[in-house]
């Protein structure tokens, strides 16, 4: 092709870039979303997702999977305790007229996860059931899987005691389980099913024994426990010491505290003063002097 011609291209039209399909919100999903971190997390975790989905936010897949399958797995849980819990023997645990009322059945339904854990266990190892008439919990007669003379999970209390259940005693020792079952559902209701074993073992850790809070609140003559000094162990002393200091040094450094440094700005840089007779060249160069016209 001769040079200095010019060719003319036929334009050629950009694709249009294919629209980008957005997912509708799934407006639909959310009561069921809300309700499976209601069943994980209680009510600190329905907070959290109400908040998070007002706000725009999407969990994460780790975290959806995590709550998906904490909720199948109670569900499953739930359904155990309620085919084998029938089957236990009903015995007169506690006095008559204790016990009942519309708290009894919904601490029954909030425990069932945990109660069905249990009654898997004890079926596994053949324990024997039977059922407390007046206040609503399961005691089963095993070997181990507990701790001190039994341990109450959800409405189910594990023991190794054979008295008599008519006896004074187990009478006493029946409505001590039952007020620990009461705390798990309220420490369920609040922050899900693994609050209260963490909160109960995080207590007996500083305060052990009969100086444990939650002991305390069930009633320790009830339980078999001896009342102990008023003052607290030098663990709980030091437990307690340490967390004041560490509340205390956390609002000292809080951000919000902290005064802000002042924000030093580099000022305008001055130019380079010109030596008479030099003038800047394009490039911003100095050029020499220039000769006379004459030389």
Request: positive net charge; glycine residues 12%; aromatic residues 6%.
């Amino acid at each position: 092709m001769a040079a200095g011609t010019t060719t003319l291209e036929r334009p050629t039209s950009a694709a249009a870039p294919a629209a980008r399909r957005t997912p509708a919100p799934l407006v639909e999903r959310r009561p069921l979303w809300w309700a499976a971190c209601l069943i994980c997390g209680g009510i600190i975790g329905l907070v959290l997702a109400v908040v998070g989905t007002l706000r725009g936010a999407r969990p994460s897949r780790r975290r959806v999977l995590v709550v998906v399958w904490g909720t199948v797995v109670q569900a499953l849980l739930a359904g155990a305790f309620a085919v084998l819990g029938p089957g236990a023997q009903l015995r007169p645990c506690s006095a008559a007229g204790e016990g009942g009322g519309l708290w009894q059945t919904a601490r029954t339904v909030v425990n069932a996860p945990v109660s069905g854990a249990a009654l898997l266990y004890a079926a596994r190892e053949g324990g024997e059931m039977y059922h407390c008439a007046a206040n609503g919990t399961t005691a089963v007669i095993l070997d181990d899987g507990f701790a001190r003379a039994g341990t109450m999970y959800g409405t189910v209390f594990l023991t190794d005691q054979r008295a008599e259940t008519q006896s004074p005693r187990m009478r006493r020792l029946s409505e001590h389980e039952a007020r620990h079952s009461d705390q798990w559902a309220l420490g369920s209701l609040l922050a899900g099913p693994a609050a209260f074993p963490a909160l109960y073992a995080a207590d007996e850790a500083f305060f052990p024994g009969a100086y444990n809070h939650f002991e305390r609140a069930a009633g320790l003559e009830d339980g078999g426990y001896d009342p102990p000094p008023d003052s607290p162990p030098a663990a709980g002393r030091l437990a307690v010491l340490s967390i004041g200091l560490l509340v205390g040094y956390t609002l000292a450094v809080s951000p919000g505290r902290r005064r802000p440094r002042p924000v030093v700005r580099p000022g305008p840089v001055p130019a380079a003063p010109r030596e008479p007779g030099r003038e800047a060249g394009p490039a911003g160069d100095a050029e020499s002097p220039k000769a006379p016209a004459g030389a």
